[in-house]
């Protein structure tokens, strides 16, 4: 049973991590959407992520599943608890669907303009809520007995979780740039790459300030195993730096990918085998193994993501094959 239920732990922080990493550069090109001053740069950004976004967003949705099927208390505990801002990412991602199928169904500028900022907006929203989520869960929630969140909605907007929120933000924005700089041709490659460079230092200033709190009061398990990653983390970080100023684009943005696994596995690393802490009291505490489903639901959850897992990443690898090329950008 205990193996079961690290496998699944292990199950859900896979599928956490391929959305970050997936979905991470679609929400960064959204970021930078805001900044693009041409019409045929704003087109191409959109179009540089159109076969691959709703795919992406596959991976969220799978975890959200797995973790329902997997941990119901865990589930039902950080829906509930983080109802309001859970609904907010949702709104944004539907934003963001609605603008990239109906920005060019009507060539009225003012009609253009609402959906870019809405594009915009819907891809900054979620980036800032996923780490404020991340950071609240590892500072703690305050629960009762039954598992319920005994906080109010402001209580989840302390210092640590909103530069959590901060971090997470620079972070896609760092991921957007570079996929940016690899998938396009032209200045406005270069232009990204550029902008790469000012994210990566948002990205490593933001970070330092979070880590000293963040190693000190966060990490529930053995602590050698999240500094390692952290470690292996900041070396990879360093490495995007230096591959994306001598223009090795496509080697910076899978470095990236590299820098967000590694940083996620921190995160995991930190928290197992506890899931949401209790900060209240730590008895309280949700873990792995006491909020898991029966060791039936387990096993028949595992056969099913054995078999879809490998559909899921096939597909995903795939796509990317078939749009691989770089898209040129042609001025309006």
């Not at 907010?88 to 959906?115: C, H, M, Q, S, T």
């Not at 590892?138 to 302390?158: H, M, P, S, V, W």
């Amino acid at each position: 049973m205990q193996a079961l239920q690290i496998i699944w732990f292990l199950l859900i922080g896979i599928l956490i991590i391929g959305y970050a990493i997936l979905d991470g550069f679609d929400l960064g090109v959204g970021f930078w959407h805001l900044f693009a001053k041409k019409k045929s740069e704003r087109s191409a950004f959109i179009h540089s992520i159109e076969p691959f976004w709703d795919g992406n967003e596959v991976w969220l949705l799978t975890a959200g599943g797995a973790l329902f099927a997997a941990f119901p208390p865990v589930y039902a505990t950080v829906f509930s608890g983080m109802y309001l801002a859970l609904m907010l990412v949702l709104l944004g991602l539907i934003f963001r669907a609605v603008a990239i199928e109906y920005r060019n169904k009507v060539d009225y500028p003012v009609w253009v303009k609402f959906w870019d900022i809405a594009f915009s907006v819907g891809s900054i929203l979620p980036s800032l809520l996923f780490g404020v989520a991340i950071g609240n869960v590892l500072r703690g929630l305050e629960l009762n007995g039954i598992g319920d969140y005994t906080g109010g909605f402001f209580a989840l907007l302390n210092p640590f979780a909103l530069l959590c929120g901060l971090v997470g933000l620079s972070m896609f924005a760092l991921h957007g740039a570079l996929y940016l700089a690899m998938k396009l041709e032209g200045a406005v490659a270069g232009k990204a790459s550029k902008w790469a460079s000012k994210a990566w230092y948002a990205f490593i200033f933001l970070l330092a300030t979070v880590l000293p709190f963040g190693v000190k009061e966060c990490i529930h398990g053995v602590k050698e195993i999240p500094m390692a990653f952290i470690l292996l983390m900041l070396v990879s970080n360093s490495c995007v730096y230096a591959l994306n100023r001598k223009g090795r684009s496509k080697a910076a943005f899978l470095t990236s990918c590299c820098t967000i696994a590694l940083l996620m596995l921190a995160v995991a690393s930190a928290l197992f085998p506890v899931i949401v802490p209790a900060s209240n009291n730590p008895e309280l505490s949700l873990t792995v193994y006491n909020s898991s489903s029966s060791q039936l639901t387990l096993t028949a959850m595992l056969i099913i993501a054995l078999i879809g897992m490998p559909l899921v990443l096939a597909y995903t690898v795939f796509i990317h094959r078939i749009f691989k090329g770089k898209i040129t950008v042609v001025d309006e």
